[in-house]
C-alpha cells in the first residue's frame, strides 16, 4: 500500500472547533476539552486516487491535523488523551468527490483512524479505488478528539 502525506495547501475549509467540557466523574480519564476538526481533503488524484488497469488500487492518505492548524499536543495548552493506549477520538471520512468515464467502478474508504505522532493529530485514511479509468478527487473528513488543558 502506498502511503501519502496530504499538504495542507490541498485541503478546503478546514475547521477546527474547541468545546470545554465537564470531565465525567465516571472515567478514569481527565479529558476536559472536545476538539472537533472538518474539511475536505483535495486533489487525491495524485495521491494514489486513481485506477487505470482495473485492479484494486489501495493508498493511505496521512493529514497531519496540528501542522494544518498550528496545534501541538504538548501540554501547552492541551494534551491528548489516550484510553488502553489508544487515543480517545472518532474519526469519519467520507467520500466526497468521484468521477468514473464507464460503469464497473468502485471507490471506498476503507479505514479511518487517528494517531499521535511526535505530539501532532494525524488521521489516517485507507482507500481503495478500482475501474477503468476513474478517480477520487475528495474526501471530507471530522475528527472528535478528547484532550486535556486549561480549566
Known amino acids: 500500500m502506498q502511503v501519502y502525506e496530504i499538504d495542507p495547501q490541498n485541503v478546503i475549509d478546514p475547521r477546527e472547533l474547541t468545546v470545554n467540557v465537564l470531565p465525567s466523574p465516571l472515567a478514569t480519564r481527565d479529558a476536559n476539552w472536545l476538539l472537533i476538526y472538518t474539511g475536505l481533503i483535495g486533489d487525491l488524484t495524485h495521491a494514489g486516487g486513481y485506477s487505470q488497469n482495473g485492479n484494486f488500487h489501495r ?4 493529514l497531519n491535523l496540528s ?15 489516550l484510553l488502553n493506549g489508544r487515543l480517545e477520538a472518532a474519526p469519519v471520512a467520507s467520500l466526497a468527490a468521484i468521477a468514473a468515464d464507464k460503469g464497473g467502478i468502485v471507490f471506498a474508504v476503507d479505514k479511518v483512524d487517528v494517531d499521535e505522532d511526535n505530539q501532532e493529530l494525524r488521521i489516517l485514511v485507507d482507500i481503495a ?16 478528539v478528547l484532550a486535556h488543558g486549561p480549566h
Open 67 to 81: 501542522r494544518l492548524h498550528n496545534r501541538k499536543f504538548d501540554g501547552h495548552p492541551f494534551r491528548l488523551v
Open 59 to 62: 493508498a493511505r492518505i496521512i
Open 129 to 144: 479505488v478500482q475501474g477503468e479509468p476513474g478517480s477520487l478527487h475528495k474526501i471530507s473528513y471530522q475528527v472528535n
